[in-house]
């Protein structure tokens, strides 16, 4: 059974960066889409970013689009999310999740990890 595991969250300041990671835990992440979500208490869990198995179609939220880079390295097992000039919106605890076609839709996703905090303030 796929189980994910994130790490790499933090606390930074705004204009900071982190690069979170995703990886496959005792199994592996061939022929799994991965999206990654973000969550605040109080709102709903909103889609960020989204990467095809072979890493040729990558989708992203609006509101990062130009400022993160989601990539993968089938070979680590691994799906990284690289968040450069980090915005206090940014905040929140950030999930990746697996499927076998991406969408940016929570309720699409089946198998997700437990998720790794990102907070941006000064």
């Known amino acids: 059974q796929l189980q994910l595991v994130e790490s790499g969250g933090g606390s930074v300041q705004p204009g900071g960066s982190l690069r979170l990671s995703c990886a496959a835990s005792e199994s592996t992440l061939e022929g799994f889409a991965i999206g990654w979500f973000r969550q605040v208490p109080g709102k709903e869990r909103e889609g960020v970013s989204c990467?095809?198995?072979?890493?040729?179609?990558?989708t992203y939220t609006d509101s990062v689009r130009g400022r993160f880079i989601i990539s993968r390295d089938n070979a680590k097992n691994s799906v990284f999310l690289q968040m450069n000039n980090l915005k206090p919106e940014d905040t929140g605890i950030y999930y990746c999740?697996?499927?076998?076609?991406?969408?940016?839709?929570?309720?699409?996703?089946?198998?997700w990890g437990q998720g790794t905090q990102v907070t941006v303030s000064t």
């Open positions: 999740a697996a499927r076998v076609r991406c969408t940016m839709w929570p309720a699409d996703f089946r198998t």
């Open positions: 990467i095809s198995w072979t890493g040729a179609s990558t």
